[in-house]
C-alpha cells in the first residue's frame, strides 16, 4: 500500500510571524554592526596581557654585545641559536689561527676542541646502557671495573648517580691529565678509593671512568667480550661506543677525539697577546683521556646534539631526559637566581694552559637549552682571558643575554 505523500503549509498568521521575525533580526544585525563600527572607531582594537615576550633578535644582539663588550675579543669565535631543534641564528667572527700560524678564518664548520662539553655526551651514553642492561642511576660501578683493579674503601658502595654529579668523594686533580685522567690515573684513583666527603666536587676523573665503565657495559649487551683490562681496548671501544650510538643516529661521521691536520687545525690563544705575535697552542689526540673532556666538533655539530637531544627521542627517551635534567647529569649545577623563564639546561668546557687567565691560552665552550620557548645555544672561542659583559662566566653571560631579551 502506498503512502501519500503529505505537505505542511504554515496557517496564514505563522508566515506573518515569521516574516515579523525575519525583520526583527535584520535590523537587530545592523544595530550590532554599528555598534561594533563605534567600538572600532574608539579605539579598541588592541588587547594585551602585559605577559612579558621573548626576542630572538635581541637575544642575538645581546650575545654579540655581552662578548664585545670588554673590548678585546677572542681571536675566534661562533654562536648557533636554534629553535624547536632548527638552526634559527648564526655567525662567525675572527680567526681560527692567526698571521703567525699561516692565517685561517673560524667558520661554522671548523672543528674545536669543546672541552667538558664532551661530558654531556659521555653521560648520554651511559643513560643509554643503564637502561640496555636494566641498570639506574642508583646501581653501584663496582662489578663492571676492571677484575684486576684494586677497590679501594667506599668504592664497593659508589654509584653511576655520584660520578654522573661529581659526588664521588674520589680523590683527583683537575690537572696533568696524561697522567690523572690516564689509565693507571684511573686505577689508581679507584685504588685510593672514596677518601673525601661525597659532596659535589667537580673532578675529570668522574667521566674519564667512563671511558672504561661505558665499554664494560656494552661488552655486557654485546655478543663479543670486550677486554677492559687494556688501555688500548678500552679507548677505542668508549669511541666505537659514542660514534655509533650518538653521532651515527644524527648522521655526524667520524666524530673523535683526534684534531684535524696540525697545519690546518684550530690553535688556541689568549686576548691578552698585544700584537698576536705568540703561536697559538695545539692540542693533539685526547683518546687516551676520553670521557670527561676532548671531542673536536663544529659548533654546528654541537647544535645537532642539543637539538636531538632536547627534541627528539633518538638519543634518549623522555624519562631517560628528564632523570638528566632532574639531576642536571652531565651537566651545570642549577642556578635558581638566574633560571627565572623556568629551568635552563647547559654545559661548559674550559682548557687553559695556566691558572693565570691574562697569560692562559685556551678553549671555551658553553652549550645551553632554554625548554620554556625551545631555544638552544652554543658558543665557542678559541681564546682566553675575552672580558665579558659583568662576568667571567661564559654561561652567565649567555643566561644574561636570554634573560634581557624578554620585553
Known sequence: MRTKNTTITLPNNSRNVKQRLLIHLFFLTISILALTSCETDDGITDIQTNTPVFDLDQFEQNIINYVEAGGNSPVGWAYTISVNGNLAKSNTYGQARTSTDGAMNFSLNKEINIASVSKFY?????????????????????????????????VDQ?????????????????????????????KDCIETGVVNSKTRNYLNVNFALFRVLIPSLWSAISNNAIDIENDNN??????LYMQEHIFDRLSLPLVGCFPEDRETSTLYYNVNDPDNNTAGQYYGSWNNKAGGGGYFMSI??????????EHTEILVNKEQRDIMKLHRLGMDRADAGDEIHGNYYG?????????????????????????????DCVIVMNSQGVTLQNTTSLRQMIYDAYNDAWQ
Request: negative net charge; without cysteine; hydrophobic residues 40%.
Open 122 to 154: 659521555t653521560a648520554i651514553g651511559v643513560m643509554q646502557l643503564l637502561e640496555a642492561n636494566d641498570l639506574t642511576i642508583e646501581d653501584n660501578i663496582a662489578n663492571w671495573l676492571p677484575d684486576s683493579w684494586t677497590q679501594g674503601p667506599g
Open 158 to 186: 659508589l654509584t653511576f648517580k655520584d660520578l654522573l654529579k661529581h659526588e664521588s668523594g674520589l680523590q683527583s686533580t683537575n690537572n696533568n691529565f696524561d697522567t690523572t685522567l690516564g689509565y693507571e690515573g684511573l
Open 234 to 239: 678500552t679507548q677505542f671501544m668508549y669511541l
Open 300 to 309: 654546528l655539530e654541537m647544535a645537532k646534539v642539543n637539538a636531538f637531544f
Open 347 to 375: 654545559k661548559a668546557g674550559s682548557i687553559g694552559s695556566s691558572s693565570d687567565p691574562s697569560i692562559s691560552q685556551g678553549v671555551r665552550t658553553q652549550m645551553v637549552m632554554f625548554p620554556v620557548n625551545g631555544v
